[in-house]
């Protein structure tokens, strides 16, 4: 990766025309050959880029352009659309290349698997005496999250998600009207069980007769979440 900081302006030209005027911003010319233009602000967005395949030639200026003061251009053209990326450098204030290797990519933390498999093993979060028949249930329109065994009679089927909206009390409502069929199950009630769930998610399963659950990841992980306890 080259991390070049210089004084420079930009002009897109293909399905659309963009023009950023002089001025000092980073550019980034990654290892697949994209080129990122960045400021000092607006977060992670670049404010121009090019995205691969492309490739990127250094040019030298016309004498009109040099004259100007610029020093060199830089432009990246992609290889299937033809749209091209110009940078004029005027004056270059850093410039580093680094080897990063291969990167392992992202390891997320509290995605619907983590939640799932902390449920299965706390089911006494949802209600006393529950015990687990399995996670992953397969049905013939998808595997139930998680089967309960319920003390006073019956099954419950849980869908589990981070954030719980209508589609998922939908996908849940499918789920409970093919198990209750089964009268090995039967009857079997519904749990929906989501860190956050949508006010609209909550009204729609308390009409289908599905009991909503929020959970605590962080406490349910044994980390105190600051979320406020009566003990």
């Known amino acids: 990766m080259r991390l070049v ?10 399905r659309l025309t963009a023009h950023l005027p002089l001025a000092t911003r980073l550019l980034v010319h990654k290892g697949d050959g994209s080129l990122l233009v960045h400021s000092d602000g607006g ?30 251009y830089w432009r990246v053209t992609h290889a299937k659309t033809g749209d091209a990326l110009l940078v004029r450098i005027y004056e270059v204030l850093h410039d580093t290349s680094h080897e990063l ?16 498999r902390l449920l299965a093993e706390q089911v006494d979060v949802l209600g006393d005496n529950l015990t687990l028949v399995r996670r992953e249930f397969p049905t013939a329109i998808g595997p139930v999250d998680l089967l309960l065994r319920n003390p006073a ?20 409502t499918r789920y409970l009207e ?15 069980a989501a860190q956050e769930i949508k006010p609209q998610a909550k009204v729609l399963a ?10 605590d990841y962080e406490g ?9 306890r009566l003990f």
Not at 5 to 14: E, F, K, L, M, N
Not at 50 to 60: H, I, N, T
Not at 101 to 116: R, T
Not at 178 to 192: I, K, N, S, W, Y
């Open 206 to 215: 308390a009409d289908r007769g599905i009991r909503c659950v929020t959970l």
């Open 43 to 72: 977060s992670y967005k670049p404010l121009n880029w090019m995205s691969p395949p492309c490739r990127l030639e250094v040019e030298e200026p016309d004498a009109e352009s040099a004259a100007a003061g610029v020093r060199e």
């Open 101 to 116: 290797g291969i990167d392992p990519g992202l390891q997320k933390d509290g995605v619907e698997a983590d939640l799932q």
């Open 153 to 172: 009679g019956g099954t419950i089927a849980v869908e589990v998600k981070r954030r719980g909206d209508i589609d998922g009390v939908e996908q849940l």
């Open 220 to 228: 349910m992980k044994g980390i105190e979440s600051g979320a406020p």
């Open 5 to 14: 900081i210089a004084r420079c302006s930009v002009d897109y030209t293909g």
């Open 178 to 192: 093919l198990l209750g069929r089964d009268p090995h199950l039967a009857p079997v009630t519904g749990v929906f």
